[in-house]
Nanobody
Framework: QVQLVESGGGSAQAGGSLRLSCAAS????????MAWFRQAPGKEREGVAG???????FYVDAVKGRFAISRDNAKNTLYLQMNSLKPEDTAMYYC????????????????RGQGTQVTVPS
């Protein structure tokens, strides 16, 4: 059974940091690209960052220079280091894997987690 379980969310002050984790199981983690998405209240879910099997990364402009995505294939875990947090980063954050289409579209990923909440009060 495939599972993606996010953790590490919480509340952080503006300018602070959080590190999200996504523990994967039930499939060959290292052979697929991974991504983080987020959805704020009243807004559409958006792609935040992704990492290919070979370690190449990509980011949405809003988080470039502040967020860093990484993966540990030995631990079957995906990470998102979030620094210099802003109130507009407040959202539910989801991880996803096994992409079959556009890397920026949630629907392109066959495996999806349930999310972890990040709150940055203004």
């Amino acid at each position: 059974q495939v599972q993606l379980v996010e953790s590490g969310g919480g509340s952080a002050q503006a300018g602070g940091s959080l590190r999200l984790s996504c523990a994967a199981s039930g499939y060959s983690f290292s052979t697929y690209s991974m991504a983080w998405f987020r959805q704020a209240p009243g807004k559409e879910r958006e792609g935040v960052a992704g990492i290919y099997e070979d370690g190449r990364t990509f980011y949405v402009d809003a988080v470039k220079g502040r967020f860093a995505i990484s993966r540990d294939n030995a631990k079957n875990t995906l990470y998102l280091q979030m620094n210099s947090l802003k109130p507009e980063d407040t959202a539910m954050y989801y991880c996803a894997s096994r992409r079959i289409g556009d890397r920026w579209k949630w629907e392109s990923y066959m495996y999806r987690g349930q999310g972890t909440q990040v709150t940055v009060p203004s």
